[in-house]
Structure formats: C-alpha cells, structure tokens
C-alpha cells in the first residue's frame, strides 16, 4: 500500500471502537475518548495483510523523537488495560498514543499539550504485528 492517507486495520477499528464503548459510561479519560472516536472516523479501514509496514498499528514498537527537545523515546502502542509506562507500553488513550496511531514513519505529529504545542517525529517503525505476519495480536 503506497497511499499518504493516515489508515488503520479493521481489527484496531473494531477493537477500539469496543474499547470506547465500554469506557464510555463512566471513563476519566472523557477527552482521551472523543479524540480517538474522532480519529477512528478519519482513518482509512484497510485489512491487516495490506496495511504498509510504515503505518503504526497497535502493537506497534517505534522511536518517537520531541521535536524541540530531540528527547527519543521507544514506546509501544497498546490498549490503555495494558499500559505501562515504565516498560514502554504506552496507552492509545494518551496524547501521544492517540496522536501516534495510523501515522507514517518519518511524519511529524502535533497536538496541544497543557503547556505547549507538542511536536514529535516518528522515527522508526521497529516492530508492526502486520508486518511481522502476527494478526492474532
């Protein structure tokens, strides 16, 4: 798949939609879930075995760098039941996860953080489920 538009597996889709609704009633996370439930509706459905291997998906390890402090960073994107800061497994609830999901290696994310606004660059793709033949994850 050679296309620039931002996209995501029908299994994420579909996994996070439960995602939300399950947290919808009664979530701390009310902004976290209207920013990913906007996402969702933006990016392209494509199935597993033809999304490009440049593509964050959950499961995904990559290499975030901050744009203005060049801090690197290698997180792994997961569902916010698995999160886990401190081994690198980073909530798609978060800013970051959220601003993360669907994009390209080598593009460069934006959201407003509570002080600034946040600018970081995927590095590195260094492990994507689909591109490792694993659809079961």
């Not at 800013?95 to 994009?103: E, Q």
């Amino acid at each position: 798949m050679h296309e620039s538009e931002p996209c995501i597996t029908k299994q994420d889709r579909d996994r996070l939609e439960a995602c939300i609704s399950r947290a919808a009633g009664g979530s701390r996370d009310g902004a976290q879930l209207k920013e990913l439930s906007g996402l969702l509706a933006r990016l392209k459905v494509v199935e597993q075995k033809t999304i490009g291997a440049d593509i964050v998906t959950m499961h995904s390890r990559v290499k975030i760098m901050d744009i203005d402090t060049k801090e690197t960073l290698g997180v792994t994107l997961v569902y916010p039941e698995d999160a886990d800061i401190e081994l690198g497994k980073m909530s798609v609830l978060s800013p970051v996860g959220t601003a993360i999901l669907g994009c390209r290696r080598g593009e460069v994310v934006e959201w407003s953080g509570p002080l600034r606004l946040r600018r970081i660059l995927i590095k590195e793709i260094v492990y994507q489920p689909e591109a490792a033949g694993n659809y079961a994850l």
